[in-house]
């Protein structure tokens, strides 16, 4: 019985021919970064400077978070066990859900929904925010367990800004932290979850996609990690995520 | 009882910290990018101007390959079973396995064996090429299914070119093709998975990394997969991975 | 920094000692089946009799079901990649999601919702179906795309018979089989999810363990698709999941 | 492009119609045992009365072993992260590689090559000791980090012996042991892998499966983990494997 065919609209592939949304594989190797394809390949389109610039500070934001993160426990776990590179990666991706990186997709879902509603962007905000508390739901995307003010967000505001890259999401997230700060009287700043929602959403992406950007980020770190656990821990040790110390290269200055 | 305490050199975090290899990632998010940020964090040192371009073409070079992959049909199976984005992530990259993407690591290892050897690079080739005949060893990172030049490979070659980017393994690369064609007498062109295992061997990153560049690039489009299956599917589909055709845009051009 | 410590009240470990629930594992060894280890470990007590059977009919009729499950797809396509027998099992289960064994978490969910409430089951379950036709919900667990009358589900209930094993789950379910003949005008049977729900409502299990028993059911029919996989295919391979065809033994009798 | 038509054995599938190795599904049901299902499905054949008890014997054997082994972690972890129950059996199953339940594998293989040797199994499990000493491998399957005595060995064994259940890799296993004793000069019991080794190798089964029978057991323990996870536990918990008490029942005897 023969399969039902099926449509991809992504990449155009043939011999001697890989076309990546209608671009074809060699002209984006001399031209793109590869923040700028991994827009095209999500988004379909080539994204502007601004976009580009955003795209970029996103994904090198959440390249890692040292050993704690649950993920982090997860590939070093895998590789522990005795397994392939691919299977660590596997291993550490897997436990990125809702409590661990879910922040972004969920505070995108609450942000483009509200965003959509027509009216002054401060006072949805403050709709936004009694809903959350009447229904003492937790907005995600604000607060940090370890970080006050979490340094990614103050940068990624900052490269917005330097690039005049804004709209309705990121003003509505602004507005959210405000309303926050005065309805609940404590600070639960934007972190770097919420700040990537604003940001993405803003570039016209599905929130659905929220984990994915995280993911992406991440995945040189995990790797790095299970190269680590690979050459430098036995097999099969008692592994806690919380009992680790940092011996790597003290501070320092990029050129 | 208590755990023993581990070490880890890559990332230092506290309160308000987050350095990469030494590095404050607000630094990192204002001059690097991402693939100057992946080098640096597999590498633990920046990468030169060279390397940097070097790792971008090769993470941009894989970012997909349209369906047929078997880590597209991994990831779109697991969305088809009705599974979160992470998961379906997961699912692609466990495939990515010594069949799927594991001829970068075997080329990189056998170059990194053979370029350590001393003597003219030509005569290490053809002795290794003779080595593998008389062990009837298929050489991976050499010929392809689909493409018979691969246009990522050339132009790979030539980004590296005009950077001057070259090496030992690049060089003993290009002496295997050579000598391939003379004592088999069937040209066995180096495909992406050859090139890029001589491009990061010259940039001094261990075989055993090898998959990981790989897996790395191909995340966004497993993610592109998974989004398009989410968005244009039913459920529990009959997923084949040969029975679908292309409807994406037609060939156009980078500005 | 020491990690806090935490409690698990499944298996108490030492020198010499495994105690699975308070029972020794040499007791268990030597005096129960498998499914009543399953039982024993999930639940924290050892079974009835009539638990016993019921259990061990759930389990042995999900073992397999062919090459067309999204499961079964996810393990051989991992096999294919090129990878260990763990990763190639993983891949499986990984697709085991909502559309794919999550009809018995649902149900179970549903069933257990409904059989809490006060009253007479046929009313409850007349209840049930005009609340689901209102609000145009799908029942899960009744109904199937290739079985009109799923073989498993009369025999599951046709044990239960014999062992004098019911309880309210099972009577809500057939009640709500009835009520959907009734309300919506067409048959839509108990299919095997739907049976093996309320059959595990009425030995009391958390419907949140519903895929578990499908995932402990099939993982030996993953395995043997994986080795047949492994040991009859080559890597790499075209894969679909409608273009095969059985050359296994034909129609026969268990003396 | 139609896919390439493959064929399976295992199981036949068509309306009303679920045929394992040629067996219909409610024969099993009404007949076999779990255990004597696994048996089924991956050999091909029904098992003998003594093969299906000494297959009982491992399943029930490797159901669980505490919160320590890296697979509980890996499980664990996934539910923390906040993911549903398939992916954390998955995230669990990856975990057991080489150096997790790999000693069933890599003992299985060399016993099934040594056995298949002609001459005296004494005289061959000198020869292979001699062998690993030589090339200081260590032998699989032999020895434990916890147990000096596995209990679970002595019991297997009791279980073969009061069943007539023996062959020429159980021989071998035992003559490993006492070669291991003379030629080391310490104690190395044969642990639970190397038993399960012996016994699936007097089966008949190729080693490669050799990981899947510990699989197949082990499942169940993960899954009554990640419930306890869900249920006992907060996401994103710090969690390690070692600083965990045991508070479930205090020892009792199945009546």
Known sequence: MADQEWK?????????KIRVRGYDITQIMDKLS???TVFLILKGELPTGAEAEMMRAILVASIDHGCSPPSVLGT???????????????????????????????????MQEWAAKEGDINQLAAGLVDYMKTNKIRMPGFGHRL????PRTLKLFEIAARNNFSGRHIELCRAIEQALAEKLGKKLPINVDGAIAAVISDMGFDWRLGKGFFIISRV???????????TREKPMRQLGNRNYGYDGPAEREIP
């Open 8 to 16: 991809s609209s992504i990449t155009d592939i043939g011999p001697g």
């Open 76 to 110: 070093r776990n895998v590789v522990s066990g005795g397994n392939p590179l691919n299977a660590a990666i596997a291993g550490g991706v897997l436990v990125i859900g809702d409590s661990h990186g879910g922040a972004i997709e969920n505070a995108a879902r609450i």
């Open 220 to 230: 040189p770190g995990l790797l790095a990690h299970a190269y680590e656990e690979m």
């Open 34 to 36: 590869f923040a700028e």
């Open 147 to 150: 970080h006050n003010v979490d």
